[in-house]
Each structure stands twice: as C-alpha cells, then as structure tokens.
C-alpha cells in the first residue's frame, strides 16, 4: 500500500484512462475524488468500486471548461479528505480535422479543456497540496509527433502542457512537490477503441503493433505518484508502445 494515507484528485476519472488511474491509486491505498461530466451513474459505481477496496472515495460533477467549477472540485476534495497529496490532470477532449475548417468555437474549446483547465486546477490544488505532493498530467503522443493530418489544434493543445509541466516543476520543487507528464499512445477506450474504423492504422505508427491498455497507463501513474518517484520531476514520459520512436 505504498499511498496509504494518500489523497487523489483524479479529473475526467470516470472512464477510460481515468478510471484505470483512479482505481490504481485505490488499490496502491489512497483515497480517491474523481470529476466527471455527465455519467453519474458511471462516477457512482467507479466509488463503489473504490470504497470495495477500503478506501474513501468520492465523485465531483465538473465540466473542465467551467473554472470555478473545477476549483470547487479542488477545494471539495481536499475538504473531504482533509488532505490533497496527488493531482493528476487527466480529463481532455480531441478536437481533429482540417485546420481551414476548425471554427473558433472549436479552438476555444480545446484551449479551455486541454490546457486552462489543467492550469486552473493545479493552481487551485498548489495551496492545498502537502508538501513532497504531485501533480501529474496526462498529455499525447501528438505532443511528440504528429503521424497524420488534421492534429493541428490537439497537438497545440497537448504540447502546451510540456511548458506547464518543467515551469510547475521549476516553482514547486522547493516543496519536494513533483511535477510531471506522460504521453499515452492509442489507448483501448471507448473513445478511441482498438477496434474502431482507424484502429489498423494507428497500431502501425506504434512500434509494438498494438493498443495500449489504460492500466498500462495508470502503472506509470503509480509510480510517479509512490515513493519510487520522488526524484523524477519535469519529465515527459512516453507510454505510447513506440509511436514517437
């Protein structure tokens, strides 16, 4: 139980990779919160599921692109657990296609999801974060490299985050307070899964041929996160099965 005593905040921690990381930090022992969008029923069962392993649990409805709504998220979960040790910066959104044909809603979209939220909510969770604490953000592999057109705006987004990520480091280091980035690859969920119209072809730019799987994600999570990764900090770590290789 290397988090006993931990407490997460996890955004967008109701499917896909979030959930594998919120259920990761659970079962290594910390209690977890996780943000959702619109699936309470969702949300629900992933705090069942957290509680089942003995750890406290609790779900916050935020739309990442409502600032006061995450800042609330941050305050309601370190009020409930009376702690906050671990922020990981998860929930995002993929805006693709033709850069001539993205609008400005578009754009302004995938700013206020991809890169002012995660923003926000690390500036909101700095205070309450203890000391020798983390805040991990989940990036892309398009952050790396773009292998296909119409990436334009996400692939701005991501690599946004690679900036946030060593400046935070840089700020927050003299806490013993890490700061980091990881860049899943194609990952097997429901919004993008390994059987989906451009399943074939994403595995081919991989240099394992294969999806990964979002508990393949939250294992590097984990270890950022436990005492094993205390000395790593402003680091872009791929979890993308060779993509940007």
Partial sequence: MTLDGKAALITGGSRGIGEAIAIRLAEDGADVALTYRHRADRAADIVERIKALGRRALAVRADSADPEALRAAVAGAAAEFGRLDI????AGVGVLGPVTELSLEDIDRALDINVRAPFLTAQAA???????????????????????????????????????????????????????LIHPGPIDTDMNPADGESAATQRGFTALGRYGLPSEVAATVAHLAGESGRYISGASIAVDGGFAA
């Fill in 87 to 90: 922020l990981v910066n998860n």
């Fill in 126 to 180: 700095v205070e309450r974060l203890s000391d020798g604490g983390r805040i991990i953000n989940i990036g892309s592999c398009m952050a790396e490299r773009v292998a296909f057109p119409g990436g334009s705006l996400y692939a701005t987004s991501k690599t946004a985050l690679t900036g946030l990520t060593k400046a935070l480091a840089r700020e927050l280091g003299p806490r013993g307070i890490t700061v980091n």
